[in-house]
């Protein structure tokens, strides 16, 4: 294997020499630049404590180990994109980004054909990655109003670019690290936004989107448990209860927001009807939030896909900076109650992000929440307050 791999940023001389550092860009590529390897990772590690419950459970402290993810990406020629991805943060590495994307122009406008496992396209934070999204945990409309299969699943993704708009459609099974609960589903979704106001000073986002999944005809029952003021806390979650004999359900929300400035603000609704053998159950879930980028910083949204996603300070703090400082503040809420025994959420958080560089983010929410379950360990009103902290490093 000797003369594979070669250091130095210019292509070797030698014609043994199959890949080279290019230190710019961090990544391995071939002499003529065909083929590129980019390592990359990320790791959030996450401290959390609840208090003011009424049950002794709930008033606890803990430390999590969210995400210790690793993988490689990078292109084969000019149009084909791959990735590989594996998190090693639970008690087995599971696959979560795996997936090759065509890339190409069509009838004037850009376009991507993806096949594997990538994270489906349903709202503005449900489309984000982790990475970039303002709060430490996605809104209540990602994470309640979303298929059985979970955020990623193994199957196919078209997208269609225009100016100031897109649209997804995917097919979709099972995501890898929901193998043994979602086996046997299937699930259809499309998503688009769209920018009717867009210029130096701000623009306005519009998006809407909707999935239906069929489920096998033996699921016995239907479960779901939503994390409430943060993931750390296990006794504290928004409950579905158990649907007998599930069929089908169909999820479908709507996206209004804006960015002007260093300001933002968001809202999401979403909407989740499950149809079981004897009965119809409906979800509902509404989020609203907004912040400022103190620093005068860029604001995260990204408006070709849509979304948010990380950004590179404009003083990092190996330079001598201050990083990049947001305040965001959040309202959410999710209702459950028109199931048996489904329970009802309410969340208030503010939260500060200090992004110290391009690859480092340290972030700090404060909750105030109150939940409703109808039975159980925890039956009855409760609230109280949570703080929580994490450490995020990207690559």
Do not use: C
Not at 120 to 145: C, K, Q, W, Y
Not at 208 to 219: L, Q
Not at 278 to 283: A, G, L, R
Request: aromatic content about 8%; cysteine-free.
């Amino acid at each position: 294997m000797a003369g594979v791999l070669a250091a130095g940023g210019a292509a070797p001389a030698a014609a043994d020499s199959l890949l080279t550092w290019d230190e710019p860009g961090r990544q391995f590529v071939s002499p003529v630049g065909e083929v590129s390897i980019h390592p990359k990772g990320r790791l959030l590690l996450d401290v959390g404590v609840t208090g003011g419950s009424s049950h002794d459970e709930r008033n606890l402290s803990a430390s999590e180990l969210r995400a210790a993810r690793l993988g490689v990406d990078g292109m084969v020629g000019e149009r084909l994109y791959y990735t590989v991805e594996g998190d090693f943060s639970g008690e087995a590495p599971v696959l979560r980004g795996t997936y090759v994307a065509w890339r190409d122009r069509l009838a004037g406008h850009d376009v991507e054909l993806t096949l594997g496992n990538r994270l489906s396209e349903r709202g503005l934070d449900g489309s984000s990655s982790s990475d970039g999204t303002p709060f430490m945990e996605r809104n209540t409309v990602a994470t309640a109003i979303a298929p059985l299969k979970g955020f990623y699943g193994w199957g196919a993704i078209g997208k269609v670019f225009g100016p100031g708009w897109h649209v997804a459609v995917q097919a979709a099974g099972h995501d890898p690290a929901n193998r043994e609960l979602a086996r046997g589903t299937q699930a259809y979704l499309a998503r688009a936004h769209w920018n009717p106001v867009r210029g130096e000073g701000g623009l306005a986002h519009l998006g809407v989107w909707g999935f239906h999944e069929d489920f096998p005809s033996d699921m016995a029952s239907l479960t779901r448990t939503t994390t409430w003021a943060g993931h750390y806390n296990e006794h504290l979650k928004v409950s579905l209860g158990a649907l007998i004999d599930p069929r089908s359900s169909d999820g479908y929300g709507l996206e209004l927001g804006g960015v002007r400035g260093p300001f933002w603000s968001f809202a999401e609704a979403g909407r989740r009807d499950v149809e079981t053998r004897s009965d119809h159950v409906q979800i509902d879930a509404v989020s609203l939030s907004a912040g400022w980028m103190v620093t005068g910083d860029p604001t995260t949204y990204a408006p070709k896909l849509g979304n948010v996603g990380k950004i590179a300070p404009l003083e990092p703090v190996s330079r001598g900076g201050i990083g990049g400082w947001e305040v965001a503040v959040r309202y959410q809420r999710l209702d459950n109650t028109d199931a048996p025994q489904g329970a009802w959420g309410e969340e208030t958080t503010l939260g500060v992000n200090w992004r110290l560089e391009a690859w480092m983010r340290l972030m700090v929410n404060v909750s105030r929440w109150k939940v409703v379950h109808p039975a159980g360990p925890y039956a009855g009103a409760d609230q109280g307050e949570a703080l929580a902290g994490r450490l995020q490093v990207n690559f």
